[in-house]
């Protein structure tokens, strides 16, 4: 445990970005929500830690962070490790078009695959969704095969498009918003990761699982007309 500026702490479970530590970190954030303490914000889980943020006046202490950390920590002892509730399994379709797939080849050049041989991986797999950053609703997706582990660009894009789903290192993800990247781009969805008006503004939260399907242009054009909804 470590301070982040004056108003938050970081809460470490590990240095291996794997299934077990993010559950670890899962567990402890849902710990905390379900038992905050006085003056917590926001809990933010990420791959192999959790920030915990506060309000330094609303802990009443001379000490905040050393008061802070006593919270957590006796929070933490006083209950056993749960593993967090199962999350929900959503199915994300994807074009791996060439138009939309303009980095496809690539990622099958670099790793001695064909891009069909990509594509059958990528969408044969179950992935856990770590955490949600970079921008609202971008989903970190654990789990991919590393046989289609690719390197992210040497120089970002400027612009990648809404839905484009992309690789970097042994980790994919998919763009929610129009947005610079530097993730190698393998396919797009019509389905949309981020509904502004509703209660979940995003369709994706830490402990889901995340399955793609492949599908051919004219059902993405169909499908990037209909009326999707998280709620």
């Given at each position: 445990?470590?301070?982040?500026?004056?108003?938050?702490?970081?809460?470490?479970?590990?240095?291996?970005?794997?299934?077990?530590?993010?559950?670890?970190?899962?567990?402890?954030?849902?710990?905390?929500?379900?038992?905050?303490?006085?003056?917590?914000?926001?809990?933010?889980?990420?791959y192999t830690t959790l920030?915990?943020?506060?309000?330094?006046?609303?802990?009443?202490?001379?000490?905040?962070?050393?008061?802070?950390?006593?919270?957590?920590?006796?929070?933490?002892?006083?209950?056993?490790?749960?593993?967090?509730?199962?999350?929900?399994?959503?199915?994300?379709?994807?074009?791996?078009?060439?138009?939309?797939?303009?980095?496809?080849?690539?990622?099958?050049?670099?790793?001695?695959?064909?891009?069909?041989?990509?594509?059958?991986?990528?969408?044969?797999?179950?992935?856990?969704?770590?955490?949600?950053?970079?921008?609202?609703?971008?989903?970190?997706?654990?789990?991919?095969?590393?046989?289609?582990?690719?390197?992210?660009?040497?120089?970002?894009?400027?612009?990648?498009?809404?839905?484009?789903?992309?690789i970097a290192g042994g980790?994919?993800?998919?763009?929610?918003?129009?947005?610079?990247?530097?993730?190698?781009?393998?396919?797009?969805?019509?389905?949309?990761?981020?509904?502004?008006?509703?209660?979940?503004?995003?369709?994706?939260?830490?402990?889901?699982?995340?399955?793609?399907?492949?599908?051919?242009?004219?059902?993405?054009?169909?499908?990037?007309?209909?009326?999707?909804?998280?709620?």
């Open positions: 445990m470590y301070p982040l500026g004056d108003s938050a702490v970081i809460l470490e479970f590990g240095n291996k970005i794997n299934h077990e530590t993010n559950e670890k970190v899962l567990a402890a954030a849902q710990l905390l929500r379900n038992d905050p303490f006085q003056g917590m914000i926001e809990v933010v889980p990420a920030t915990v943020h506060y309000d330094p006046l609303q802990v009443r202490s001379s000490f905040p962070y050393e008061t802070i950390c006593r919270e957590v920590t006796l929070r933490l002892e006083k209950a056993p490790f749960r593993r967090p509730s199962k999350g929900r399994i959503i199915r994300i379709p994807v074009c791996y078009d060439k138009k939309f797939a303009v980095d496809l080849s690539f990622v099958a050049e670099f790793n001695g695959l064909s891009e069909k041989d990509v594509i059958d991986i990528h969408s044969s797999t179950t992935y856990d969704v770590y955490f949600l950053g970079f921008s609202p609703g971008f989903p970190f997706l654990g789990g991919m095969n590393e046989k289609i582990a690719t390197h992210r660009k040497d120089s970002p894009r400027a612009k990648i498009l809404k839905g484009s789903v992309g980790q994919t993800g998919i763009y929610p918003l129009e947005t610079p990247g530097g993730w190698q781009i393998i396919g797009r969805t019509p389905m949309p990761l981020l509904y502004l008006d509703q209660t979940h503004p995003t369709l994706l939260q830490p402990g889901d699982q995340v399955e793609f399907y492949p599908i051919t242009c004219e059902e993405f054009a169909e499908m990037e007309g209909m009326r999707w909804g998280s709620e």
